[in-house]
Nanobody, 127 residues
Framework: QVQLVESGGGLVQAGGSLRLSCASS????????LAWFRQAPGKEREFVAG????????QYAEFAKARFTISRDNGRHMVYLQMNGLKPEDTAVYYC????????????????????WGQGTQVTVSS
């Protein structure tokens, strides 16, 4: 059974930083591309950042570039999202997601490709 468990969310002032973590089990971790998505109240779930399964290629939403960094530890079956320079508009529930990919460089931005999701962690940024 696939499990993805996020942690690290919380309340932070604008300009602050948070590091989200996602622990996985039940999958052959190194064969999966991983991503972070977020969903704010009344909005659709949106792609934040993704990382390919083994070569560590990364891709970011425009709003995340230069502020957020996604990384993975295949040995620990963990994926991380370092978020710096947080803004009130970053307030959302953040989810990690995993999808098996054939190619080692694939990163998928559409949530519809991902079949495995965590329960989410709340990030609240105060102004």
């Amino acid at each position: 059974q696939v499990q993805l468990v996020e942690s690290g969310g919380g309340l932070v002032q604008a300009g602050g930083s948070l590091r989200l973590s996602c622990a996985s089990s039940g999958i052959s971790f190194s064969n999966y591309a991983l991503a972070w998505f977020r969903q704010a109240p009344g909005k659709e779930r949106e792609f934040v950042a993704g990382i390919s399964r083994s070569r560590g290629n990364t891709q970011y939403a425009e709003f995340a570039k230069a502020r957020f960094t996604i990384s993975r530890d295949n040995g620990r079956h963990m994926v991380y999202l370092q978020m710096n320079g947080l803004k009130p508009e970053d307030t959302a529930v953040y989810y990690c997601a995993a999808v098996w990919t054939q190619l080692s460089t694939t990163i998928l931005e559409s949530a519809s490709y991902y079949g495995d999701w965590g329960q989410g962690t709340q990030v609240t940024v105060s102004s």
